[in-house]
């Protein structure tokens, strides 16, 4: 019997044979893109050979890392890469095979990472643009001070904003999940879409457009991981969305019809 092994961060995908796969708890080395994943069994087996007798991708390796290391084992850095890429390339899969639990500390260091980066080359196209109109304003209020004051500001803010983002976010958007009944998983299972999505920021570097494309397609990501995460349905997730953008058209409604009752 052919069993297929897809990997879960880039899609690749091979079929072997299941006699030739080692029973007991393997790990497989994706050819495509080097990362490591858990394929699981019950007992024990031989060393696996691919269909040309040729020592193949699916080995022995040390015993799982805790559960609240997430990152692949090749390192921050290169694991980071392969998060970002599953994130932005294949959100289903990835946010499908992720494992439930601990995590967050890693989630918010990759958010923070990723959504500080984006967001400062963002600003940095968007300052560009304006620079001739803001300088005079500036200069006004911070006089010869004012390039190293708002770097100073930005490199400061940014990452504060960043992670107050994924936290408000993660915030409203649990609740709304539960009140549609679309939260499947605990607050964590949120946290980990809010923070991994942070990767789209990265097309902040596109000069001018890139901002709003990482904006879009993190909205596209979220809902992608939302859905698979917390293993619920896209209507539940977009009324999730929904829900605080509709409560807020009520809340001003409401204020605007009593201040014109009242006067």
């Not at 599953?86 to 946010?95: D, H, I, N, S, V």
């Not at 209020?141 to 190293?148: D, E, K, P, S, V």
């Not at 980990?192 to 999505?197: H, L, R």
């Not at 293993?231 to 509709?246: D, E, G, H, K």
């Amino acid at each position: 019997m052919m069993v297929e092994i897809v990997c879960p961060n880039c899609g690749f995908s091979k079929r072997v044979p299941r006699d030739k796969i080692p029973l007991r708890v393997k790990w497989a080395t994706c050819p495509s893109c080097r990362s490591r994943f858990q394929i699981t069994g019950e007992g024990f087996g031989s060393p696996f050979h691919d269909q040309n007798g040729q020592a193949d991708w699916i080995h022995d390796v040390p015993p799982l890392p805790p559960p609240d290391q997430e990152m692949p084992p090749q390192g921050f850095w290169k694991g980071s890469y392969h998060i970002a890429k599953g994130a932005l390339f294949y959100p289903g899969r990835f946010f499908r095979d992720m494992p439930s639990g601990r995590g967050i500390r890693e989630a918010l260091a990759f958010g923070l990472l990723f959504g500080s980066v984006g967001a400062m080359f963002g600003w940095f196209w968007q300052f560009l643009m304006l620079f001739e109109n803001l300088r005079p304003i500036a200069e006004y209020f911070m006089g010869q001070f004012t390039l190293g004051v708002l770097f100073i500001g930005v490199l400061v803010l940014v990452p504060l904003f960043v992670v107050l983002e994924i936290l408000f976010s993660t915030c409203i958007l649990h609740v709304t999940l539960l009140i549609v009944r679309g939260a499947g998983h605990g607050f964590d299972a949120t946290f980990k879409v809010m923070a991994y999505s942070q990767a789209s920021q990265i097309l902040g570097l596109i000069p001018f457009v890139g901002g709003l494309i990482g904006w879009v397609w993190q909205l596209v990501i979220r809902i992608i991981g939302l859905k698979e995460i917390h293993q619920t349905t896209y209507s539940r997730v977009i009324m999730a969305f929904l829900l605080p953008i509709v409560a807020m058209i009520l809340v001003a409604v409401t204020v605007t019809v009593t201040v014109l009752l009242l006067s």
